[in-house]
C-alpha cells in the first residue's frame, strides 16, 4: 500500500504535464499545491481543492515565501521545448536555469524534491545501443542545455533529490499540447493536414502523461522514501519508435495518409532509451502504448473536447508560437 500523508507542491503545475498530474492526483485524493504564474494567460485548469499560488519563480524570495517543510516538490516549470526557447533564448535561461537553480540552492526542510528533466538531453546518439542512465549527455537544444545544468547542480550539491529524464510525452492533458510528435500527427491527420514528417528514420521514446503521474506518486509514497541521490529514465521500452513508423501507425488509425517523409534535417536529435532502471527500483510500467493514446485523441477530438470547433489550425496550438505577454517579460 502506498502511503502518501504529506502535500505535493507542483511548481510549474498549469502546463501539460502539471494538470495532467494535478488531475490524476485529486482522483487519488492527493492534496495539490500549484506554484505557477501562468506566463502565457491561458485559460486555467479547473483548481477546485487545489491551493494556486501565482508566483513568478523567477523571484526567489517570492518562491520561498513559501513553506515547504515537509512537502514533497515537484519542479516542472520551464518555458517547453525548441520553438518558444529559440523564441526568447534570455528569457529561458533565466527561468529553465538560473531561477531554479537559485531556488533549489536555498529551499530546504522538504519530504521528497523532484527536478523533471527530459530524454533530450541524450540529443544526437549515432549507436544503435539503447541510452540508459549512465549514457553521455549530449544536449543540442537551449532547452536541453538548461535542463543538463540544473541535473548537475543537484548531482554536485548535498541535497537530496530524484532527477526524472522524461520521454517526450503524449496523451491527454486538461490544459492540452498539439506540438508534441503523436499528439500533433494525430490532430493534423484527423484534421486532413498535410504532413511534412522531417528526419524520419529518427527515433526516440514516448510516455503518456498519466503515467508520468503514476510513478511519482510512486517515488514519494513512503514505501521508496529512501531512495535519494537518483537519476531514472522514465518511459517504456516498447514505446521507443521512429517517425517513420510512428506517422504510418497514426495513419492507419486516422485512415488518412496525407504525408510525405523528408529527407531534410530540422532535428537532429536520435536517441533510444533503456528504462530498466525505473522498472527495476520502483516496479514501474507504464499503462498506455502508443496506440491508446492516439485512440485517446482521436475519441476526444470526435467529441470536440479542445473546443477546435473541427478546424485545427497548427499556429494556433503550438507552443512556438505563442506570445509571452510585455508583462512577464521581465521580473
Request: charged share 25%; with cysteine.
Amino acid at each position: 500500500m502506498q502511503n502518501i500523508d504529506n502535500e505535493v507542491v507542483l511548481i510549474g503545475g498549469l502546463g501539460y504535464v502539471g494538470s495532467a498530474i494535478t488531475e490524476f492526483f485529486n482522483s487519488e485524493e492527493i492534496k495539490v499545491t500549484i506554484i505557477d504564474n501562468n506566463i502565457y494567460k491561458k485559460k486555467l485548469y479547473k483548481l477546485e481543492g487545489n491551493q494556486y499560488l501565482n508566483i513568478d519563480t523567477r523571484s526567489t524570495e517570492d518562491l520561498l515565501s513559501y513553506d515547504f517543510s515537509a512537502k514533497n516538490i515537484i519542479v516542472l516549470s520551464g518555458l517547453v521545448g525548441d520553438p518558444i526557447t529559440n523564441k526568447y533564448p534570455e528569457i529561458s535561461r533565466s527561468i529553465n536555469e538560473t531561477s531554479l537553480i537559485n531556488f533549489l540552492s536555498n529551499v530546504d526542510g522538504f519530504k521528497k524534491l523532484i527536478f523533471i528533466s527530459t530524454c533530450s538531453n541524450y540529443g544526437l546518439n549515432k549507436s544503435d545501443t539503447p541510452i540508459n542512465e549512465e549514457s553521455p549527455l549530449n544536449p543540442i537544444s537551449l532547452y536541453a542545455k538548461s535542463k543538463v545544468a540544473v541535473e548537475n547542480f543537484l548531482i554536485n550539491s548535498n541535497k537530496d533529490y530524484i532527477i526524472l529524464r522524461f520521454a517526450t510525452a503524449f496523451g491527454h492533458s486538461p490544459n492540452m499540447r498539439f506540438d508534441l510528435t503523436l499528439n500533433e500527427f494525430t490532430a493534423m491527420l484527423y484534421f486532413n493536414k498535410f504532413i511534412e514528417v522531417y528526419d524520419y528514420k529518427t527515433s526516440r521514446p514516448y510516455c503518456h502523461v498519466q503515467d508520468f503521474a503514476r510513478v511519482i506518486k510512486k517515488i514519494i509514497s513512503d514505501e521508496y522514501k529512501n531512495i535519494t541521490k537518483e537519476v531514472f529514465n522514465v518511459g517504456a521500452n516498447k514505446n521507443n519508435i521512429s517517425k517513420e513508423k510512428l506517422i504510418s501507425l497514426i495513419s492507419e488509425k486516422t485512415n488518412n495518409f496525407n504525408y510525405e517523409l523528408v529527407k531534410d534535417s530540422k532535428d537532429k536529435r536520435n536517441y533510444v532509451v533503456d528504462f530498466s532502471k525505473i522498472q527495476k527500483t520502483f516496479d514501474f510500467l507504464p499503462s498506455f502504448d502508443l496506440e491508446d493514446g492516439i485512440d485517446e485523441i482521436i475519441s476526444k477530438l470526435e467529441s470536440d473536447s479542445y473546443d477546435l470547433n473541427k478546424n485545427f489550425e497548427k499556429l494556433n496550438n503550438y507552443y512556438g508560437n505563442y506570445r509571452i505577454p510585455d508583462e512577464n517579460l521581465t521580473n
